[in-house]
């Protein structure tokens, strides 16, 4: 247990439609990082938080769009779904900037109907 | 071309074998070098962390980078079952915005 949360575990939605996936970072980090795992694009950065602020963004689509909240939580809003949109989405925390010190959650299984 | 490019395997091993997990890349620039294991339906956790070139020893395994073929390796030795896993290559410039490889699926049988 990495001691990052994410809620939902599984998520059914049908195209079109919005979700929201919550994230909850390990105690006393302040970085947040989104992630889109898919078969065929693989594992992708999609944008990190720092203590409430925008830090880094990747490969994150414009129907998309993060926030981290004053006690660090962050959620990842997901508007507009395409049927290519169904992956895994994870989360990672991190005490700092650093990418490379991050912890994952388990993840959120997304299916776009 | 991809970035990041990792052969997908599958690889399947007897117990103890030395394994070795290969990645290339074409960006010059990354200097920050990672190896995440990622067991089914969980998410990837780090297992090495590099900085530039050399090799890192870590119990069983062994990270190596060589940036002048833009080339890195994870070898694990005496391989177990409980290794079993898919391997995540991933490298950065400046530690933001990390690019990864597709994941190599490793079978360790007893």
């Known amino acids: 247990d990495s001691g990052v949360t994410q809620t939902p575990k599984h998520l059914i939605t049908a195209t079109g439609q919005r979700v929201t996936l919550r994230c909850s970072p390990r105690?006393?980090?302040?970085?947040v990082y989104w992630y889109q795992q898919s078969l065929d694009q693989g594992l992708q950065f999609l944008i990190q938080y720092y203590n409430g602020e925008e830090r880094a963004k990747g490969n994150i689509l414009e129907r998309f769009s993060a926030q981290q909240f004053p006690d660090l939580h962050s959620e990842l809003n997901l508007s507009s779904l395409e049927l290519g949109d169904s992956a895994l989405y994870f989360c990672?925390?991190?005490?700092?900037?650093?990418?490379?010190?991050?912890?994952f959650g388990p993840g959120t299984r997304l299916l776009v109907l | 071309q991809k970035e990041v490019e990792q052969d997908p395997g599958p690889l399947s091993v007897p117990e103890g074998a030395i394994v070795s997990l290969n990645c290339t890349y074409s960006?010059?620039?990354?200097?920050?070098f990672m190896w995440y294991r990622q067991y089914s339906r969980k998410g990837p956790e780090l297992l090495m962390y590099t900085y530039s070139s050399g090799n890192k020893e870590d119990g069983r395994f062994t990270a190596q980078v060589d940036k002048s073929s833009k080339y890195i390796s994870l070898f694990i030795r005496d391989s177990q079952p409980s290794d079993s896993a898919t391997y995540l290559c991933a490298m950065s410039e400046d530690n933001n915005d990390m690019r990864f490889g597709a994941g190599t699926r490793l079978t360790v049988k007893p």
């Open positions: 105690s006393g980090d302040l970085s």
């Open positions: 990672a925390s991190s005490v700092g900037l650093l990418q490379e010190t991050q912890y």
């Open positions: 960006n010059s620039a990354f200097q920050y």
